[in-house]
């Protein structure tokens, strides 16, 4: 399955699974199984997230964190932790 998002503006967009690059204002072709829900992260952004998953936040406290960046058209990237 597939569907259409439009794009806004010129800023690179990734998609938050696979991280296949999306740019360019107007409407783009979109891959979404069933499975897959489709999400994309703006560029220059820094998303923080815990790949170990737990039963609960106490367990996850001594976990490790991952930073994806995603890059802005300028490369550059900002976030806060």
């Known amino acids: 399955m597939s569907t259409d998002i439009y794009l806004?503006?010129?800023?690179?967009y990734y998609d938050y699974v696979d991280h296949?690059?999306?740019?360019?204002?107007?409407?783009?072709?979109f891959d979404?199984?069933?499975?897959?829900?489709?999400?994309?992260?703006?560029?220059?952004?820094?998303?923080?997230?815990?790949?170990r998953h737990r039963r609960s936040?106490?367990?996850m406290r001594h976990?490790?964190?991952?930073?994806v960046v995603h890059l802005d058209s300028t490369g550059n990237a900002a976030g806060v932790l």
Do not use: F, N
């Not at 806004?8 to 690179?12: F, M, R, V, W, Y």
């Not at 976990?63 to 930073?67: A, E, G, I, K, Y």
């Open 57 to 59: 936040a106490t367990l």
């Open 20 to 29: 296949t690059i999306y740019q360019g204002i107007g409407s783009k072709h």
């Open 8 to 12: 806004p503006d010129d800023e690179i």
């Open 63 to 67: 976990d490790p964190l991952t930073l």
């Open 32 to 51: 979404a199984p069933l499975e897959k829900i489709p999400l994309l992260a703006r560029g220059g952004h820094i998303i923080v997230r815990r790949d």
